[in-house]
């Protein structure tokens, strides 16, 4: 079964930095796929901050985190990461990963999705 799990939210204060996973099990190799990371906050439409390519090379980031948050992989682990910088109370939302073949900008057009992890900025 093809499954993403996120891990790594929680409550931090603004200017804080947190870095989120996103792991699949063996059997599920992240190395064929480009990894989006997304956010949902409450009453707003789920928008992408970042998508990483299969190999790691291309890397595209939202306006709203460019220079802030950092994509990475390690595909030896089965896992992709999101650094989150100078966090700020509207960076808060629940962040999800999500798989591709090649990233496009749609939450409709990623096959498998994780269950999300909250991630809080307030002091």
């Known amino acids: 079964q093809k499954q993403l799990v996120e891990s790594g939210g929680g409550l931090v204060q603004p200017g804080g930095s947190l870095r989120l996973s996103c792991a699949a099990a063996s059997e599920f190799s992240l190395r064929y796929y480009a990894i989006g990371w997304f956010r949902q906050a409450p009453g707003k439409e789920r928008e992408e901050v970042s998508c990483?390519?299969?190999?790691?090379?291309?890397?595209h980031y939202a306006d709203s985190v460019q220079g802030r948050f950092t994509t990475s992989r390690d595909n030896a682990k089965n896992t992709v990461y999101l650094q989150m910088n100078s966090l700020k109370p509207e960076d808060t939302a629940v962040y999800y990963c999500?798989?591709?073949?090649?990233?496009?900008?749609?939450?409709?057009?990623?096959?498998?999705w994780g269950q999300g992890t909250q991630v809080t900025v307030s002091s």
């Open positions: 990483i390519s299969n190999s790691g090379e291309n890397i």
């Open positions: 999500a798989s591709i073949v090649i990233c496009t900008t749609s939450p409709l057009d990623f096959d498998y």
